[in-house]
């Protein structure tokens, strides 16, 4: 079993800075893939990031790629997002995942096995 929990949310205002923080516990952290998803208010939880099990692969949405930087320190077990640029769009519940399958990268939901409780980002105008 994996277990993660997110950190680092709140209220921002538009071109502002966050870094998301997803501590995980439990076997292997390492050889998980890590991801970030984020879901909007009646909206679909939808792919934001994924770091590789080494984390040398880096895979990032359309929508947040030259703002966001997801990155990893497995001595620490903790997976980050370094969200620049924000916009009020970004606004979401984000969510850590842990990916065990052996493709990278992946950025559907189905192929992710953990989930943390997520963290609330909000940006203002």
């Known amino acids: 079993q994996v277990q993660l929990v997110e950190s680092g949310g709140g209220s921002v205002q538009a071109g502002g800075s966050l870094r998301l923080s997803c501590a995980a516990s439990?076997?292997?952290?390492?050889?998980?893939?890590m991801g970030w998803f984020r879901q909007a208010p009646r909206k679909e939880r939808e792919f934001v990031a994924a770091i590789s099990w080494s984390g040398g692969n880096t895979y990032y949405a359309d929508s947040v790629k030259g703002r966001f930087t997801i990155s990893r320190d497995n001595a620490r077990n903790t997976v980050y997002l370094q969200m620049n640029s924000l916009k009020p769009e970004d606004t979401a519940v984000y969510y850590c995942a842990a990916d065990s399958s052996p493709i990278f990268p992946a950025a559907t939901m189905t192929e992710y096995d953990y989930w943390g409780q997520g963290t609330q980002v909000t940006v203002s105008s």
């Open positions: 439990g076997r292997t952290f390492s050889s998980y893939a």
